[in-house]
């Protein structure tokens, strides 16, 4: 027995807003562009969650229930939520206890009952009735808000919330695909709403060691940005005096929700550059556009030079962190045994010019990237 997941209007504010696509990383399978994703991880808060019913397992959870049930599992609040686009929006969380201290590009699983209606417009879900009282849950990087209603810089330890990047994904990508589970339910959500927000704040994907005039590239798509956010924020607040320097690709420019917080660091800081990267504007494909560029993928970017050029850097592995996280693609890890991309990605192209991952410490020359999606 199954029932099929409710779905809530858009809100206000959503209803005459034009269908905007997908950040640059549409070909994804699960849901979100930075979600982590260290499966154990969401494995183990799951096998966490208690059995508990309230009215009838072999029926789904009335408006009482699904009341009962939110008092028990929820444990976060939604405190602030701002929209880039109809698909991409900022949430900023703040959790019922105190945050506990974590690394930039560390990551966190959210969740949401299967009993919270499904925004309009989304894959129909048909939830079987024994999962109807459990909850869905995805791993998100976190990002930070970059700068304070001052003007100040703001790193992520100095808020009492959660900032979080996210793309509504609408569907499973094919018909046979299984309907996303979490973000078409958190996009029906608003401030003073709540949510499931596990305890542990976990990752290696992190700064590490680096020296304060070392080079720190931070490569990524669509809101594969959220942890580098968090990580050029570290950086600039506590006087790194070598390049920061962060890449993004995207489809469009209203893609870049941070865009304003970035230019805002660009004139703080002389040592921060940020370059946001389209691909489906008029000038990246309109051969006869005045200001054609081409389409400015991080790949082609780097092996073209103009990545360098646009960095006014080197780029030279002596002195040189990577950072890559988002599209597998464009990250392009195969695991051992695995047929090579035909379109390489940016590990292969960083390995060419001496770039290395095959490390167990970590300093210039050496990548660092989010194998999961």
């Not at 959503?14 to 979600?35: C, L, V």
């Not at 009952?113 to 879900?125: D, H, K, M, S």
Request: charged content about 25%.
């Amino acid at each position: 027995m199954c029932f099929v997941s409710a779905s809530t209007p858009p809100r206000p504010d959503q209803a005459d807003q034009p269908n905007h696509p997908r950040p640059e990383t549409p070909d994804q399978k699960n849901e979100g562009i930075s979600q982590a994703g260290d499966r154990s991880a969401i494995a183990a808060a799951r096998a966490t969650s208690p059995p508990a019913y309230f009215g009838s397992p072999e029926t789904p959870p009335n408006l009482t229930d699904q009341r009962m049930l939110r008092e028990q599992f929820y444990n976060a609040t939604i405190i602030d939520r701002i929209d880039a686009t109809e698909d991409l929006a900022k949430f900023r969380v703040r959790p019922d206890a105190p945050i506990p201290a974590f690394e930039p590009g560390q990551y966190v699983v959210l969740g949401l009952g299967n009993w919270e209606p499904r925004l309009i417009g989304t894959q129909v879900e048909d939830v079987p009735v024994k999962k109807a009282r459990k909850i869905v849950r995805r791993a998100y990087s976190i990002s930070c808000p970059l700068l304070h209603n001052d003007g100040s810089i703001a790193t992520q330890d100095s808020v009492d919330y959660l900032e979080f990047y996210i793309t509504l994904v609408r569907d499973g990508g094919t018909a046979v695909s299984k309907p996303p589970g979490l973000t078409p339910r958190l996009f029906g959500k608003s401030v003073g709403d709540r949510l499931v927000m596990e305890r542990k704040i976990v990752g290696k994907y992190v700064l590490g060691d680096y020296s304060p005039t070392d080079t720190m590239l931070l490569l990524g798509t669509g809101t594969g940005e959220a942890p580098h956010n968090a990580m050029a924020a570290k950086l600039l607040a506590t006087g790194h005096r070598g390049r920061v320097i962060t890449a993004t690709s995207v489809r469009y420019r209203h893609d870049c929700a941070y865009r304003n917080e970035h230019e805002v660091l660009m004139r703080m800081y002389p040592n921060y550059l940020y370059l946001p990267l389209t691909t489906r504007e008029p000038e990246n494909i309109q051969s006869d556009h005045p200001e054609f560029v081409g389409k400015r993928y991080l790949q082609t970017m780097f092996t073209s030079g103009q990545l360098a050029e646009l960095a006014e850097d080197s780029l030279d592995p002596a002195n040189t962190h990577v950072f890559l996280c988002g599209n597998p693609d464009m990250i392009g890890y195969a695991a051992p045994g695995a047929d090579i991309p035909e379109n390489p990605g940016m590990l292969p192209l960083l390995r060419a010019v001496g770039f290395r991952d095959d490390v167990t410490e970590h300093g210039p020359g050496t990548i660092r990237f989010e194998k999961y999606w």
